[in-house]
């Protein structure tokens, strides 16, 4: 069971925006950035988004992120089929001494 | 361009102890700048977080594993390591080595290709 909470699975037809939440507590979300990782099957994930809303180079404007309180949120605009694959949320939890914790991960469906 | 490969077998019996390397090239595992990961993700399920260490050696562990876990860096050959003891098939997995920024401290931003590793008689 993960720490951070996301729904399993997410779809949408292309063109559309789909989001995707991340649900966590005081001690990760709360008080920390948050980071967003996309994987496609057999391949490393890579980031997407981080320190909430930052998108690396490369990373198409389609992809935004946010965050309020203990929850934040991935946005896809303009949906792609390429953009079919799975999606972590990511953050430092402060209890227990300090870990990265992760969402469990959401599939996204582009149908 | 910076560049982590894993290595290791690919085969661990259980109760033994699982032995991972990861190579860095194209930059210096002893910048300031960057702690160095690992990462593992059973297969069809989510990620967890191994491990941190830097160059100095100092180290940070998901406690949920620390007592089976020790991540040591060998700076002359720009490698560091894991060894996982008392391995079970809960431990199987794809396991990634990763990069980390330090200051401020921001989630993995350079990834290995992964490596499988089967815990199996």
């Known amino acids: 069971q993960s720490v951070l909470t996301q729904p399993p699975s997410a779809s949408g037809t292309p063109g559309q925006r789909v989001t995707i939440s991340c649900s966590g507590s005081?001690?990760?979300?709360?008080?920390?950035?948050v980071y967003w990782y996309q994987q496609f099957s057999g391949t490393a994930p890579k980031l997407l988004i981080y320190?909430?809303?930052q998108r690396p180079s490369g990373v198409p404007d389609r992809f935004s992120g946010s965050k309020s309180g203990t929850s934040a949120s991935l946005a896809i605009s303009g949906l792609r089929s390429e953009d079919e694959a799975d999606y972590y949320c990511?953050?430092?939890?402060?209890?227990?001494?300090?870990?990265?914790?992760f969402g469990g991960g959401t599939k996204l469906t582009v149908l | 361009q910076l560049q982590l490969q894993e290595s290791g077998p690919g085969l661990v019996k259980p109760s033994e102890t699982l032995s991972l390397t990861c190579t860095v090239s194209g930059g210096s595992i002893s910048s300031s700048y960057y702690y160095w990961d690992w990462i593992r993700q059973p297969p069809g399920k989510g990620l967890e977080w191994i491990g941190s260490?830097?160059?100095?050696?100092?180290?940070y562990y998901n406690p949920s594993l620390k007592s089976r876990l020790t991540i040591s860096v060998d700076t002359s050959k720009n490698q560091f390591s894991l060894k996982l003891s008392s391995v079970t098939a809960a431990d199987t997995a794809v396991y990634f080595c990763a990069r980390s920024p330090k200051s401020p401290r921001d989630a993995f931003d350079i990834w290995g290709q992964g490596t499988l590793v089967t815990v199996s008689s």
């Open positions: 260490i830097f160059y100095s050696g100092s180290s």
């Open positions: 990511v953050t430092w939890d402060d209890s227990l001494s300090g870990r990265w914790v």
């Open positions: 320190r909430n809303n």
């Open positions: 005081s001690s990760n979300i709360g008080s920390n950035f």
